[in-house]
Antibody, heavy 119, light 106 residues
């Protein structure tokens, strides 16, 4: 079955970077885009961007341009999201999600990674 | 950018009730509309895509309808396990989520 398993919770200081991984299984990794979505405490869902695991090309939401990078390792079927220059506003649960049709739709989600930003 | 507006922000209904959640797009999005269900501490679960197509394994009491700018998610007979927050999402050439509707049992 399709699974997306994310790395564990992180605690970071303001100004630091965080790297979250999303290890996939149960399907052909290079055949489906991976998106990243975050959710601040008690808030709604915010889309961050996607990576095409086949070619490695990416697209980011405007509010994260210049501060986020998304990469992948096809040998381990794992996607990565790095967010730099963290502030308290970046405290959230970060999710990876699979796009079944390449249309910005999500059918399977990772369990989420909680990122805490605190001095 | 297209904005998605959900209503109501929350609702309370009895087991067995018919529940309706609406989602309005600021521009015509044809039928590129998905619905997700999220319970506390869990990731969203895909319910519906293309406005009315149920994802595999989703109970038939969940129904989606609409096209253009106005969409509806209906739970035809509310069950205790349906307590959750529901989000609509516009997809295809950009992502936009609605603000969510929290559904509780009366």
């Amino acid at each position: 079955q399709v699974q997306l398993v994310q790395s564990g919770a992180e605690v970071k200081k303001p100004g630091a970077s965080v790297n979250v991984s999303c290890k996939t299984s149960g399907y052909t990794f290079t055949g489906y885009y991976i998106h990243w979505v975050r959710q601040a405490p008690g808030q709604g869902l915010e889309w961050m961007g996607w990576i095409n695991p086949h070619y490695g090309d990416t697209k980011f939401a405007e509010e994260f341009q210049g501060r986020v990078s998304m990469t992948r390792d096809t040998s381990s079927a794992t996607a990565y999201m790095e967010l730099n220059s963290l502030t308290s506003d970046d405290a959230a649960v970060y999710y990876c999600a699979r796009d079944p049709f390449g249309e910005d739709l999500f059918d399977h989600w990772g369990q989420g990674t909680r990122v805490t930003v605190s001095s | 950018d297209i904005q998605m507006t959900q209503s109501p922000p929350s609702l309370s209904a009895s087991v067995g009730d018919r529940v309706t959640i609406t989602c309005r797009a600021s521009q015509d999005i044809r039928n590129y509309l998905a619905w997700y269900q999220q319970t506390p501490g869990k990731p969203p679960k895909a319910l519906i895509y293309a406005a009315s197509t149920l994802q595999s394994g989703v109970p038939s009491r969940f129904r989606g309808s609409g096209s253009g700018t106005d969409f509806t998610l209906t739970i035809t007979s509310l069950q205790p396990e349906d307590v959750a927050t529901y989000y609509c999402q516009k997809y295809n050439r950009g992502v936009a989520f609605g603000g969510g509707t929290k559904v509780q049992i009366k």
